[in-house]
């Protein structure tokens, strides 16, 4: 296919991904401030008419001018986005499908296949994690102080706590990938297992700002049990692909092991006797080399 046929493709794959994403996002507009409420429903929000005391609740609010705007087109293009998903994502796949072998796209559904759930349960995850974590950082509120929070940082810290979980569910999936395309193999994965737990848990207390350890062992837990399903997968592959090419794992400048047991020796095969002297090697008659000597002739 011409160069100019693919931009053309490309064109117009896109504008229909465009055109999915425009669509929903017009009707997130109109469901704009159902959706804020649903994204704050995590803060415990003071009665009406007061503003709280201390670390008990908070008042959402706008702080300038523009942002109740800038909010509500904020919140309305990622919603278009995250739910016009399927369609620009098979707009992509459509255009790159084409380029890819059989087996590649065996593994591309694949991949796809396991990166959606994962990434929905670490974003579900996120959003269950969320009032534990909204509380405890307002608890810190120092007494006589009122907690005054804007809905764009409410909004901000929310999508970046369902990125960042829907992203750390990926991990096992991402180590997957790798075994399967020979970088990595189950035993050496497995030799990590120490400082993979350590920065699990260490990543959990960061991302969870809470005094319990219930927030940390919500998402270290599921990532240390998803890992370790990683190197199980990765060791039966292993083994599978060692099987069907015992030379499989060595390295490019690797020998291969070699046999050296001996083997038994065959029967000896009889073999006939040279003619080791010069003379009999020519097979001159006697009477022809009489008259030579040292190989010359002899002719005094």
Not at 56 to 65: G, I, Y
Not at 79 to 99: D, E, K, M, N, R
Request: hydrophobic content about 50%.
């Amino acid at each position: 296919m011409p160069l100019v046929e693919h931009l053309r493709e490309l064109r117009n794959r896109m504008a229909k991904g465009l055109l999915a994403v425009a669509a929903v996002t017009v009707v997130a507009l109109v469901y704009s401030e159902d959706l804020m409420q649903f994204l704050t429903k995590s803060v415990p929000k003071c009665a009406q008419g007061t503003m709280g005391d201390g670390g008990n609740c908070a008042v959402v609010s706008f702080n300038t001018l523009i942002a109740p705007f800038s909010t509500t087109i904020q919140v309305s293009l990622v919603t278009g986005l995250v739910v016009a998903s399927p369609v620009w994502l098979y707009q992509l796949w459509a255009f790159i499908a084409p380029g890819l072998h059989k087996s590649e796209k065996k593994y591309t559904y694949a991949f796809v296949g396991a990166a959606v759930p994962l990434f929905a349960a670490g974003a579900y995850l996120a959003y269950l994690i969320l009032p534990i974590s909204v509380k405890v950082l307002i608890s810190l509120t120092p007494g006589g102080s009122a907690n005054i929070l804007s809905l764009g940082d409410v909004l901000d810290f929310t999508l970046r706590m369902v990125l960042v979980f829907g992203l750390a569910f990926e991990l096992p999936l991402v180590l997957v990938m790798l075994n399967i395309t020979g970088v990595l193999t189950g035993r050496r994965m497995a030799g990590w297992w120490r400082g993979v737990i350590m920065g699990v848990f260490v990543f959990g207390a960061i991302i969870t700002p809470t005094t319990d350890p219930i927030g940390m062992l919500a998402l270290a837990g599921p990532i240390t049990v998803l890992y370790f399903a990683a190197v199980g997968f990765s060791l039966l592959n292993d083994r599978r692909r060692k099987r069907n090419n015992p030379d499989a794992e060595l390295a490019d400048d690797e020998a291969s092991s070699l046999d050296l047991t001996p083997e038994a020796v065959g029967a000896v095969e009889p073999v006939g006797a040279s003619r080791a002297l010069p003379e009999q090697a020519t097979g001159e008659p006697d009477g022809a080399r009489a008259h030579r000597q040292i190989g010359y002739d002899d002719i005094t």
